[in-house]
């Protein structure tokens, strides 16, 4: 079943149109660019919603280790601890001093109330402003200066009895009656609790470091962006993006992304139309620039909703290369250029990106022709690089961009080299799509291939029209903007046929020796017309098995169209033959539909013809290439072709020129005169 023109067209569109769809960013584009120093050329910013003000990455780090360097330590209080020196305290001998016991057991008990540590406890305290103590399943936070150590506790307890009776001697009283040993720690270091908090706290950072309201003045025209008002608009556009889809408005936003994904579609379709509408036809370079077109995007959305900071890593003129190798210039231009269209609506860098990637994609179209191979090829990057750089700077000086030095220029300068890595899957490409690209012509091309080696040898009159069809077919692609390369091509492959019965033709009868009679004499019309017509699926034959392209072996089949072999036609009838039996005088192949394919048809013609003309003055060979490009058309052979009638006067006009050139007046050297 034949699936109708326009659903082959349409429905790889509506693939295209889901693939973007689903990479396209699912946040906002801030519409304001600046940088640190600039100058802001906006209207004045008024905040449209509340914001916190985000902490830099510098002021979190800073918060941090400042939070490293607090440790507060964690106490464990024991009551037991006082209510035992408590106790005690109330059974001490005191000697001749009774009167002590209440003031020792209430300064025992205020002593206690702070609380007294170890002197591992006093370690943890050193350099603390805090200290916290858990009581009841709870911690309370109390001054670190309040607590006491042993030897500071013994000291409030002299002071405390040395205030009460200060004409006693009270250090040696507490001695003697023991109540300096009633002084014991009774808040214990939980070093484990402690080193748990610590590191939790090491790791709470405040992210704001304050707040705006909707409707403050964020920044006014003409102010300069310092340092604190790019992390206010850094924080706003953080916000602004997040709010977009958080704010009840995924409906708009969703309505937002398939109007212009519908538009870079429709632009899409237009840029292939207006510049060649056949790659509609031709379903293989079709997919083939669908597919490019659908990388392309992908990427481009991917790393500016992933990986925004990673975008200049990407060598997206490699996908220019990509289509210079099986479409020319007018379709690969603007292809590109909307490709690049997903960069410039959603990257936050849009303007500069894209002007970046027009123009060292459009230097690296142009340079391609001659760095093409070998070495050359890292010339091509460092051109591809020097374009970027040069670009990307001068963005940043109008303020388009925020220069990152030197990593913007390293990132730029992989992405050239990258490009160079990435180009060989084109043959991959070549492969999976059945296209042929330039280079694979120029391999072809080369007299180094064994089928051509073949035919030069086997049927070298054959490999010099060949050679002569080739640079005349070539001469008349180069004026009308045909494939100059597929051309050529052709026309050295078109008769590789000849080679399984060379002498057949006239062109090999240098091979006949002289006692040999000529091919035809004692053949009849049709089996001549036969023998001749059989080169063309002789040729199928030999392309098949030594796998030439169906762009190039289709010149094999078209070259003479449905034609008939007219010389032994016309002697067939002469001889009495019936006129029903032409069908089997004529060529079992099929019109030329391309230009390449009716520049050969109409130079393999003349070039032979041209060989039996005896007058070469410039009215007979016009007279000569109007007649044969005539009979072409009468007979119904470029009726399928994308050919133009001015693209055909053009084509005569440089035929007429290359034969008068080769057959030119030559003048007669003269003969010695033997003395």
Not at 326 to 350: D, E, H, K
Request: glycine share 4%.
């Amino acid at each position: 079943m034949k699936i109708p023109f326009r659903l082959k067209v349409f429905s790889p569109l509506i693939f295209l149109f889901a693939v973007l769809i689903a990479f396209t960013p699912r946040t906002a584009k801030w519409s304001y660019e600046y940088r640190k120093g600039s100058v802001w050329q906006y209207e004045t910013c008024r905040a449209r919603l509340d914001f916190p003000i985000l902490k830099t990455e510098a002021q979190k780090a800073e918060e941090a280790l400042r939070n490293s360097s607090v440790r507060p330590p964690y106490f464990k209080l024991s009551e037991a601890v006082a209510a035992e020196n408590l106790a005690k305290a109330s059974g001490l001998d005191y000697l001749a001093y009774p009167e002590l016991e209440p003031a020792i057991v209430s300064s025992l008990r205020g002593i206690y109330a702070k609380g007294v540590v170890s002197d591992a406890g006093l370690t943890a305290l050193e350099g603390q402003e805090i200290a916290y103590v858990q009581k009841d399943k709870r911690a309370q936070k109390v001054p670190a200066t309040e607590l006491y150590g042993l030897a500071s506790a013994r000291t409030a307890l002299l002071a405390k009895v040395t205030e009460a009776f200060p004409e006693m001697r009270a250090d040696s009283v507490l001695r003697a009656c023991g109540a300096y040993e009633l002084i014991a720690p009774n808040l214990v270091f939980d070093e484990q609790l402690t080193s748990l908090v610590s590191s939790q706290t090491e790791n709470t950072v405040s992210e704001t470091v304050g707040f705006v309201r909707a409707g403050d003045v964020i920044i006014s025209k003409g102010d300069i962006v310092t340092e604190e008002l790019a992390q206010v608009l850094d924080s706003y556009k953080a916000e602004y993006e997040h709010s977009v889809l958080s704010g009840g408005k995924d409906w708009q936003f969703w309505l937002a992304n398939i109007l212009i994904c519908l538009a870079i579609l429709v632009c899409f379709y237009f840029a292939i139309h207006f510049s060649n509408p056949l790659v509609f036809k031709d379903y293989n370079r079709y997919l083939y620039i669908l597919t490019l077109f659908a990388l392309m995007a992908a990427l481009e959305m991917s790393f500016i909703r992933l990986w925004p900071k990673w975008l200049l890593l990407v060598p997206f003129p490699v996908f220019a290369l990509y289509l210079k190798a099986f479409f020319r210039t007018r379709v690969i231009y603007p292809v590109y250029i909307v490709s690049l269209l997903p960069l410039l609506l959603f990257a936050s860098n849009g303007q500069a990106l894209f002007l970046m990637y027009v123009a060292s994609g459009t230097v690296t179209l142009y340079v391609f022709n001659y760095f093409s191979r070998g070495v050359k090829q890292f010339v091509l990057a460092i051109v591809t690089f020097v374009i970027s750089a040069l670009v990307y700077f001068a963005c940043s000086l109008t303020g388009l961009v925020t220069l990152n030095f030197p990593n913007d220029f390293i990132f730029l300068l992989v992405a050239a080299f990258l490009q160079i890595a990435a180009y060989p899957i084109i043959y991959l490409m070549e492969r999976i799509f059945n296209l042929v690209s330039t280079s694979r012509l120029d391999e072809l091309a080369e007299n180094s291939n064994e089928l051509l080696r073949d035919l030069e040898k086997q049927a070298p009159g054959t490999f010099q029209h060949s050679l002569q069809v080739s640079a005349l077919a070539q001469s008349i692609a180069r004026a009308i903007g045909a494939d100059e390369s597929l051309v050529k091509v052709g026309a050295l492959y078109h008769d590789i046929g000849k080679m399984n019965n060379p002498l057949c033709f006239v062109e090999n009868e240098s091979l006949i020796t002289s006692d040999e009679a000529k091919y035809h004499s004692e053949l009849t019309p049709l089996q001549s017309a036969q023998d001749i017509i059989k080169h063309v699926t002789d040729g199928m034959e030999l392309a098949h098995d030594h796998h030439l392209p169906t762009v190039v072996s289709d010149f094999i089949l078209t070259h003479h169209g449905t034609n008939c072999v007219s010389y032994f036609y016309d002697k067939f009838l002469k001889e009495g033959g019936d006129p029903a039996q032409k069908p089997e005088f004529c060529y079992p192949g099929r019109k030329p539909h391309t230009k390449e394919q009716v520049i050969l048809m109409i130079c393999d013609t003349l070039e032979a013809a041209s060989r039996a003309l005896r007058d070469y003055s410039p009215e007979a060979i016009s007279n000569l290439v109007e007649r044969l490009i005539q009979d072409k058309i009468d007979d119904g052979q470029l009726e399928e072709a994308d050919i133009t009638v001015k693209e055909l006067t053009t084509a005569k006009q440089v035929i007429k020129s290359y034969i008068a050139q080769i057959h030119h007046e030559r003048i007669k050297y003269p003969t010695r005169r033997k003395k």
